[in-house]
């Protein structure tokens, strides 16, 4: 039976017309579902509607996010290592300079430790085009990478919860957590692979309400049994930006797949339920038919075609690492000799890179004073140490002896209630089939689980940057479950308030505690002791 695409002008046509009679379904402009409706009606199931007060969301969001850009961008250009970058700085300022004076790529080919995707070194270089190759200048990009992950949670937890309360809870805790904090003012390219997957993240639950809205669409017009296997779904422009936005964070670092195939199945199985609350007679050959080619269109290919635009310089220059390893390195002919040259120097440059990762095992390098394993990054209890400086050249402690460090490390009232939480939203999944707590653990796994695969390789706490969104919006919807529905008791929901509201405090008290150790503030001994509050966050 023929089916058409859903179109999203004529349906709202079709409601408008039909103004003066009974209407069924959700408005997909946002409404709440008519009156009347019972709870069987798949319409309701399609889910609840966003919220109405779009310009106080907006105003929140764009407040925490002025906030957020106070906190991070505060003393940005300092400490440096006398002038000189910190830590793992050293390897990607550098690598970012050389990128402003060669034409988008590292002249370093004879030391090849250039082992990450450009993209990352290239938003450095932007910075230091604008301010220079100094602290501020080779920081700003992170910082500003750093205050536009506010303003992207504070939307996708209004979105999850449907509440700009508990979307605003959540701006303020990734605002306080020393994790993000350190990284949003470190030349390193962490935090904006945790940008990229935040907001691919956000586009792909707006994608998840668009489609609702135009299934609910075609239940309105009485067109959801026109093909047993629903309806087309037409162009999905905020898939098609997940995709971008994945590819985006792949070229960043490769872990980025990690997001990419777990959001891959999420938008398929998000499609599913879909398809099955709208009523479709069959929605599992429905999704196959439907939704999974687009899928492959939308999360495979385009992030490829993204990830590889990113090499723009590499492809460019004639300098460029093993741009023309065709005919040197590798043979002209073979069954791949149909590829492009230049595609393959790039595979062949790739597979010396992933041999690189390969061999840094702690057998093989030996152990390094900071890293750490992933059972231990949950709860953060191995941090890292940045930058330390003490003695007579650091003053301004108020006594004879200073020291300034920097410590990577999470706010502990937000990370180490971590196992309770997650547990809770494992539970929340398997027995109310909450959809919300599963796509969180969806990020949050995929963000964790793949380096359990070898744990011999040398790993490190600043892996967990991308995944600390999704902890924080875990801890968001626990603090929503906690807070009480809206028809519960007007004790219920005080007594709710005042544990989130002490929960809240208490991460934002510990955050300006820590701040000294997270920004390398001049501190006596005795207040650095104060600070380690484990054996293990000690050398």
Known sequence: MATRSVDRSRGVAATRATADTPTTGNHPVGHAPAPGLHPGDPTVRLGTPPPSDRLRGWIVAITLAVVAGAVRFAGLGLPTDGGTPVFDEKHY???????????????????????????????????????????????????????????????????????????????????????????????????????????????????RDDVRARMAIVIAE?????????????????RFATGVLLGLGCAVKWSGVYWLAAFAVLTVVWDLTARRAAGVERPWLGTIRRDVAPAIWAVALVPLLTYLSAWWGWFDSETSIDRYAVGEEVGTGGPWSFV???????????????????????????????????????????????YYASGSQITGC???TCISAVMLIGT????????????????????????????VLVGYGAGILPWFA??????????????VPFLILATMLVMGE??????????????????VGLWVGAVVANFLWLW??????????????AQLWLPSWRA
């Open 93 to 207: 300022v550098p690598q970012a300079w050389q990128m402003l004076r060669n034409g988008g790529v590292e002249d370093n080919p004879g030391y090849e430790l250039v082992v990450h995707p450009p993209l990352g070194k290239q938003l450095i270089a932007l910075g230091e085009l604008a301010f220079g190759y100094n602290g501020f200048g080779w920081r700003v990009a992170a910082a500003l990478a750093g205050t536009l992950m506010v303003l992207l949670i504070v939307r996708v937890g209004r979105r999850l919860t449907r509440s700009t309360l508990l979307g605003g809870i959540a701006g303020v805790l990734l605002i306080c957590d020393g994790l993000s904090h350190v990284q949003s003012r470190m030349g390193m390219l962490d935090v904006f692979s945790a940008l990229f997957v935040l907001a691919a993240f956000a586009t792909l639950l707006r994608d």
């Open 222 to 238: 009485g067109r959801i049994a026109d093909s047993p296997y629903g309806p087309r779904l037409g162009v999905r422009w905020w």
């Open 516 to 529: 000294p150790i997270l920004v390398g503030q001049p501190i006596t001994p005795e207040m650095w002791d």
């Open 340 to 386: 492009p040259d230049a595609l393959r120097g790039l595979w062949y440059y790739s597979g010396k890179v992933l041999a690189f990762h390969a061999g840094l095992t702690t057998q093989a390098s030996g152990v390094h004073p900071w890293e750490s394993k992933p059972w231990t990054w949950p709860m953060g209890l191995r941090p890292m140490l940045y």
């Open 454 to 467: 070898d744990i011999n390789r040398q790993m490190y706490y600043f892996y967990m940057t991308p995944v």
């Open 412 to 439: 502990p009232a937000l990370w180490w209630p971590a196992i309770p939480v997650l547990a809770f939203a494992s539970w929340r999944m398997f027995t109310a089939f909450d959809w919300r707590y599963a796509a």
């Open 398 to 400: 108020g006594a004879p």
């Open 482 to 499: 906690i807070l009480g529905r809206s028809g519960a008791s007007r004790e219920r929901r005080q007594t709710g308030l005042l544990v």
